[in-house]
């Protein structure tokens, strides 16, 4: 959230605290946006990597990481999540002149906050791809030169 030209910390109750994004004045919603859906400090949209984000934020790429994981943002939590990302990427991507980007992003944080924790089975995904896969490309080679 910015007013006038100035990054103001909102304090959302429900959001797991972190001392140093409140010490460097890091809005959870804020760094979901710029982290994860790519809007930039003045409602556009470009991909920006965590050492960009740092940047905008006016601290290192250490403490992003660890607001990310404070705020239970990081990465292992969003693939260990039923939220879907992606989708919510396009939508931020894809707005038509004049919708608010940042507004857009208030329903994928919702849907973010209130997404489920699953536990992964890799072992099962890596199957159903292969299998997947096989169906789509058919068989595949093994990386001797030889048929499946």
């Not at 910015?2 to 972190?18: E, F, H, N, R, Y």
């Not at 890799?122 to 080679?141: P, Y």
Request: hydrophobic content about 35%; proline content about 5%; glycine content about 8%.
């Amino acid at each position: 959230m910015t007013q006038k030209g100035k990054q103001t910390l909102m304090v959302d109750p429900s959001m797991p605290a972190s001392p140093l994004g409140q010490r460097h004045g890091i809005d959870p919603f804020a760094l979901f946006c710029a982290y994860h859906l790519g809007i930039t400090a003045d409602d556009g949209y470009a991909f920006q990597n965590i050492h960009q984000v740092a940047k905008r934020f006016g601290v290192s790429s250490a403490v992003i990481k660890q607001c990310l994981q404070d705020y239970c943002m990081d990465t292992d939590r969003l693939v260990q999540s039923d939220f879907d990302l992606p989708s919510a990427q396009i939508d931020v991507m894809s707005v038509p002149p004049g919708v608010s980007r940042t507004e857009v992003a208030r329903t994928h944080w919702e849907a973010f906050r209130n997404a489920r924790m699953r536990p992964r089975d890799w072992q099962r995904e890596i199957r159903d791809d292969a299998r997947e896969n096989e169906r789509v490309f058919g068989a595949t080679t093994t990386g001797r030169g030889g048929r499946r």
